[in-house]
């Protein structure tokens, strides 16, 4: 199913479209028109701002451009916008002195001034809302719910969509005090009048405004105080632009129980077939599940256990499983009819099994899943089959489902947020690469899989088909990678264009990926990079997608899907390209040494490189900026990509807030510092306060230390003020890291990755692998032959009874032969060399030699008694067997083992089938034998 067409819902409109409606519009004989333009001006744009339709590109203005419209009336409050500033500088001198009990106004005011450009309504429900302060070991944040959009469409067990913002120091301050005396009942027309009311008064002096003009002036006050530009000032100004999410706590113990398995096959052994009717009767075990919730454990690891041929029943007795132990989203404990209409739907998935193979391709999972949805009749099923859709979709194997395949075209795009830390994904690759199960080969492509997905933004089946060809590392600079994602004969990409990626890998991270590049220079460019040569695009889902998925689940949590690698990947492509705009020192905007080292001028510089191409960003068009990095990203506009993947927006404020992030030093008044440590004006400890929070301000003199202004950054108060207090809300979790320093050395995943190999690798393929590597000849096409033939991903390692039948066997030499080169084995003709044999070169690892065997008779021994020997206990049908006689000697049978490869028409996998490339390979059968018959 690689290659399967995903249908696609397209949200757009064309010249054509809206040429059809301005012709209908003008056959209107009265003055009707004027308003049905108006109301098709209003569509358009909400249409294109609000559920991000494509809508064509505007040449002579069909209508008006409401970006302009938007920005000019912000332009009219550009007076008034210099005169608020002033006024709220002396307003604040007034609250740091007489602390006063702030009203409702004022706190709506300066979170409009300090936080963002909020609308009144907003403002409104953030003043109401007791839990909108969230504290995060030493953060605050201010959580802003969503008042339209998505929210307005919910089901009875939906999450409730919000945003966050960055809180400073002084608003929390405020809010927090305001809260202990809230006003009840506050009202936007309550607000709005009071508002009104402050601003007409000392010291402002400004006249009353209607509801939404006051966004307009606040919206002013940003864009020429902070100069920020009008595609951020959206951002900030409409929280619905944008999603935030929760970080969901894993423990050590879980994680470790869960990563135990993340290379095993999670299906069901299939049942005899006296136990078909067994199997008919478990089908939707669920139910017995539903009429008895203490079901014997043994019967629910089988129940849950999945079927090659249908996940379905397992999958939906999970799901009953969950619900009755955990709950819905906003109740802990659900009733049973709920639970029971939730799940009662093996009527409408009978007739559509959904095999695993199925599962774990992207583009069938998401055609299985528009079949289901649309087979069915009525709201009430649709919201609960995407219920029981929402579950698959954390579960590792179905994880690539799609909901934005189900929204409505008339309403918001639903969206997944999550994204992955830099350090996350140093614990994913350790984890993969470090396994104790798994091909260490296997380990290697699950690793450079997620590390690709991470940066170079790619979607599973954009990864599974990237070519050897597609991917260039530069010489000049082996961390920085050029990648192209285009159509190729297993599938396009999703908008059906190609694009050209440009990247920049750390170092302890991009060796991965060029050891993947180096073992495949023999290789035919135009192969799949992740995978031996000529591996099916199933296997290649199923061996290295499915464990890095279930990696990601274990150490992130089960809501983490590997599209969030994509999701990880925008956002730190988004932060390099704000760092460049801005100039900004990484040590300002995070704490995260592994994201200091790529937000660096010469690692963005790096990145950027082919669109700078040589100059300064100053001296390039810096509105260009958010084009390209959509471009790069594969999208047609910015806010699909802000709406989708640039999740939440607190981490933009040291960027749209320029000197007033977390991490930016500034000067504080003595009044102003009082007040956020909660002392009172005329409290004298201060200094000592100071003294604690800087040290160099505990080494300044007396007379530098009464100086006006104090220089601090906001987090060196946050760890005085908060480093005790954690929010019961959305506490951070005890991430799981193996390291916590993030230098090259400490984490030289190679020698992590070799640290994992036995001594004495038991398993051929990979001794092999080693020693190509050892001796320079890595001959990747002929390895991934032995492979193919010898087990592939189910090819054992070497057990405890092979090993002693290979010691009690004679050391195999290499002959040649008419068809070229062989193995040979010289031993009797018995029954005990018969059962050595056959425990070590009968077993798939080594299918790929034909066994042929010369029985040499001396001739005074009985012929008859040696060849039945021969014919039952060693040879085959349609083996070759040659008897011999000899006047003088014991009898003794030879086996002859003769490489087989499947004939290629690739002139690539011919030359690697060479002579000397197979004298090489039975060469090192032999050293393999040889060791392991002296270490037994």
Known sequence: ??????????????????????????????????????ALVNILTYFAEVLHWQLPEVKELAWEDQDLTWFTKISNYAHEAFQVLGAYSHSKVALFNQRCQPSAEYVALAIAMEVAPFSIHYLTSIINDPHCVIIEDTETYLKVDHLGGLNKQKGEDDDVFFTRYHLPLLVYRLLSDYQKEPIKGLTTQKLHKRLNQLMEDEPFYLTAKPVWHWQHLFQAVWHYRDYVVPTLLKDISYPERHVAFVKVETTLKDTRQQLKSIYQYDWRAPLSSSSTSQSQEDDWAHKRLLSNKHVDKQLDNRFSEFEQHNILPAMLYRYAQELIEHGGVNKSVLADNTIYNYTTLQSKLTSHPLSYANAIDEEALQLWARRVYDSLENDRSRLYMLYFFRFMRHQAITDGIDFTEFDAPTSCSSVDAYRLSLEELHDITDALLTHQDGHPLQRLFCAVSGILAYFAMLRRGELLRLRIQDIHCLPNHPQCFRIYIRKTKEGTTKEHKARTVHTVIPEELAKLVRIVLANKAMCDVSEPLIGFTGESYHSRQLNYLLPLTKAIKAIAGHHVRFHHLRHSGVHLFMQQALHMAYDLAPQLTTTSAALQRLLTEEVVNARFDYWLEGHHFSQCNDNLLFDEVCKQIGHENYATTRWSYLHSIDWLYPFYRLGYGALQPREYSHAELKYILNLTPS??????????????????????????????TENQLRRHLLGSKRSSLNAIPNNIAWSTNYDEVAFDFIKRWQGSFSTAPKNFVFYLFLEMRKAKQLNWPLLSQIWHQSGRHLHPNINKAQMTALSNLPAPTITTNETGQALTLTLACNVKNSRHFKTVFRQPQWRWLRPSFTLVINRKTNKNVQLSRLKQYFARAKEECVVKKQSEGDSHLTITLTPTFTPSKSKTQKNALRVNNIEFVLKHIQIYVKHIQQTK
């Not at 690689?2 to 003055?31: C, H």
């Not at 200094?687 to 300044?700: C, E, G």
Request: charged content about 25%.
């Open 1 to 38: 199913m690689g290659n399967a067409k995903q249908p696609e819902q397209i949200k757009t409109l064309t010249d054509n479209d809206i040429n059809v409606i301005n012709k209908f519009i003008k056959t209107v004989p009265t003055g009707k028109q004027r308003h049905y333009k108006h």
């Open 683 to 712: 409290s004298n400890d201060l200094s000592r306060q100071l003294a604690l929070i800087s040290p160099k301000y505990r080494d300044k003199s007396l007379a530098q230390k009464q100086n006006s202004t104090i220089s601090l």
